[in-house]
């Protein structure tokens, strides 16, 4: 083949820094924005960005020269700087050290756009915490219930 196509879809999940309350209502639209634009800035498409107070949830496409942990680095890093630059009584902002990262087919785009669009209805009765282990479940990854959450 003389050419290379991809079509690579990442669902990024990542809380504040010891799952603090920090994103309120009032500024989530503009975090999801300010996120939005660093993917965008690091050649990744932002699908659907979005979460609550204590995380997000990022559906990106990422170009094939980029790896799931220069995409976590990028929207991470970028973000935490600009959100303690840009939000008024954010300077100590700061995202956990670790993240999720899951693959998503083309077919499956929809329910996870729908899934992130409805994370305030669906913590209501979950908390973060079970439905980070239940992605991981879900993907079967292999985690160490010590290390999920420090």
Known sequence: MANTYSQIYLHFVFSTKGRSETISPEIEERV?????????????????????????????????????????????????YGIRREFPGMSNFGWQDGYGVFSVSKSAIPSVVNYIKNQREHHSNQSFEDEYVALLEKHGIDYDERYLFD
């Open 32 to 80: 999801w924005s300010y996120i939005a634009g660093v993917a965008k800035h690091h050649g990744m498409t932002p699908v659907q960005i979005g979460g609550i107070e204590t995380h997000i949830h990022a559906l990106v496409g990422i170009p094939p020269t980029m790896s799931s942990s220069q995409g976590a680095k990028a929207l991470k890093g970028d973000s935490s």
